[in-house]
């Protein structure tokens, strides 16, 4: 009786064993995340720009980027994950201050750019010679041009003054504030500075050359 009374305790607690759930695996933990953009709202000039906006988030977390407006296009960062960074090419702006729309990671940033520089455009004016000045130049001649941006990125000025015989010279122009000036060859060189009205359509100021000097005015057409 003793040996068939061990024998049932054993077979009772291999069956107790063998009923015993066994333990689940831990599943693995989904990244919790949440997106901080280094900026929601970036104002540029009007001249052709690169603005960079920077993604920070958890590893692994998936985020994507697109914008509303052709002249402003992401470069890079259309999509990541984790931390990254959002690279967007503004386009020189030729008209009134515009907005673009930048949808980040499901967040929003508002890019400002401002309006073009009245500046860049066609100007006319009249260059008045002072004492000293060759017999050869008018006393008062007018001139018409435009104030554009090269290919590189530089001012210049386009530039006829058809009583001295200048028609369409190319000219590098200075800017510095509303300040403006370049320098152009006759029977000497002369040197032309001018300070732009508030609203920068419009100026005046002085030339020199050799032993001539004078005044000259422009105004934006």
């Given at each position: 009786?003793?040996?068939?009374?061990?024998?049932?305790?054993?077979?009772?607690?291999?069956?107790?064993?063998?009923?015993?759930?066994?333990?689940?695996?831990?599943?693995?933990?989904?990244?919790?995340?949440?997106?901080?953009?280094?900026?929601?709202?970036?104002t540029?000039?009007?001249?052709?720009?690169?603005?960079s906006?920077?993604?920070?988030?958890?590893?692994?977390?998936?985020?994507?980027a697109?914008?509303?407006?052709?002249?402003?296009?992401?470069?890079?960062?259309?999509?990541?994950?984790?931390?990254?960074?959002?690279n967007?090419?503004?386009?020189?702006?030729?008209?009134?201050?515009?907005?673009?729309?930048?949808?980040?990671?499901?967040q929003?940033?508002?890019?400002?750019?401002?309006?073009?520089?009245?500046?860049?455009?066609?100007?006319?004016?009249?260059?008045?010679?002072?004492?000293?000045?060759?017999a050869?130049?008018?006393?008062?001649?007018?001139?018409?041009?435009t104030v554009?941006r090269?290919?590189?990125?530089?001012?210049?000025?386009?530039?006829?003054?058809?009583?001295?015989?200048?028609?369409?010279?190319?000219?590098?122009?200075?800017?510095?504030g509303n300040?403006?000036?370049?320098s152009?060859?006759?029977?000497a060189?002369?040197?032309?500075?001018?300070?732009l009205?508030?609203?920068?359509?419009?100026?005046?100021?002085?030339?020199?050359?050799?032993?001539?000097?004078?005044?000259?005015?422009?105004?934006?057409?």
């Amino acid at each position: 009786m003793c040996r068939i009374a061990v024998l049932l305790g054993v077979v009772a607690l291999s069956a107790a064993c063998s009923d015993s759930p066994s333990s689940p695996s831990p599943s693995p933990q989904t990244p919790s995340c949440t997106y901080t953009l280094s900026t929601t709202s970036v104002t540029v000039v009007s001249t052709a720009a690169t603005v960079s906006i920077g993604v920070t988030t958890a590893a692994g977390c998936a985020w994507t980027a697109s914008s509303n407006a052709a002249f402003a296009s992401i470069t890079s960062g259309s999509s990541g994950s984790g931390n990254g960074t959002v690279n967007v090419a503004v386009a020189e702006n030729a008209g009134d201050t515009r907005t673009a729309t930048l949808s980040i990671a499901g967040q929003t940033a508002t890019l400002t750019q401002a309006a073009s520089d009245p500046l860049f455009g066609n100007w006319s004016g009249t260059i008045t010679k002072g004492a000293g000045c060759p017999a050869s130049l008018p006393a008062s001649a007018s001139w018409n041009g435009t104030v554009r941006r090269n290919s590189f990125g530089q001012s210049e000025l386009v530039i006829s003054v058809p009583a001295a015989g200048v028609s369409n010279q190319v000219l590098p122009l200075t800017l510095n504030g509303n300040n403006i000036s370049f320098s152009i060859l006759l029977d000497a060189i002369y040197s032309f500075n001018a300070t732009l009205a508030a609203d920068r359509r419009s100026f005046t100021g002085t030339f020199s050359g050799g032993s001539c000097s004078g005044t000259w005015s422009g105004a934006r057409q």
